[in-house]
């Protein structure tokens, strides 16, 4: 059997932009942050160059220079305060997830999410949602050393359901995460909630959907079809 054939064993989601669309609340916190310090960034160009990575990575390069860390506490803190308010009146499973993560469920798929978000965004979306339960795994930035596009927190979420990278499917919105799940060596479907399809095609995604409704038909025999 041909890898790209190959049953898919487990399944990986990101978290922000993929199992909620949140991303305008982050872009929106993001810009405001930007602004207070007399920077110009637009959306665009955070969710292109930054979108995925972790905060500590973000604030550096951002404002071009290393930061002690209460500085950069604070200010991760304030842009994060921001998001939670802006978001949390919002707060829903992206469409489909719901009755996708049951039919997982239900064939006995292992799932995990793999999400740069600390712990306080972590925790206003899966436990303010009760989806805790439903997962293998979660696996935060705190377990890797480097945000996406590394591969490591794809690589981390594969150990940690016993499943080879090869086996698993991701969903990711961004492209930079697009691409770390490409570099794990995932089959990676890209959802198109903050970043057009053609970027995500382009990182690495074998395939592009707007949301959990439909998938493509090669990725739905490979996770629901005959399985080895």
């Known amino acids: 059997m041909t890898s790209?054939?190959?049953?898919?064993?487990?399944?990986?989601?990101?978290?922000?932009?993929?199992?909620?669309?949140?991303?305008?609340?982050?872009?929106?916190?993001?810009?405001?942050?930007?602004?207070?310090?007399?920077?110009?960034?637009?959306?665009?160009?955070?969710?292109?160059?930054?979108?995925?990575?972790?905060?500590?990575?973000?604030?550096?390069?951002?404002?071009?220079?290393?930061?002690?860390?209460d500085e950069l506490h604070r200010l991760a803190e304030e842009k994060e305060n921001h998001y939670r308010t802006l978001y949390r009146p919002h707060l829903r499973l992206h469409r489909g997830a719901e009755a996708f993560i049951t039919r997982l469920r239900e064939a006995r798929i292992p799932i995990a999410i793999a999400t740069a978000a600390p712990e306080g965004n972590r925790e206003l979306v899966i436990d303010g949602l009760g989806i805790r339960p439903l997962f293998n795994r979660i696996v935060g930035a705190e377990e890797v050393t480097r945000g996406k596009p590394a591969p490591d927190i794809f690589l981390a979420a594969a150990k940690a359901l016993g499943v080879e990278p090869s086996a698993c499917l991701a969903f990711e919105d961004a492209v930079l995460g697009v691409m770390a799940a490409r570099d794990a060596g995932m089959t990676t479907v890209g959802i198109t909630t903050a970043a057009p399809a053609e970027q995500l095609r382009e990182a690495g995604a074998g395939w592009t959907v707007p949301d959990f409704m439909t998938l493509p038909p090669e990725v739905e025999a490979r996770l629901f079809g005959t399985r080895a």
């Open 4 to 69: 790209s054939m190959a049953p898919l064993r487990a399944v990986v989601f990101d978290m922000d932009g993929t199992l909620v669309d949140n991303m305008v609340f982050h872009n929106q916190a993001w810009v405001a942050l930007a602004r207070k310090l007399g920077l110009s960034m637009t959306a665009e160009d955070f969710q292109t160059h930054f979108a995925g990575k972790k905060n500590e990575e973000i604030l550096p390069a951002l404002l071009g220079r290393e930061l002690p860390p």
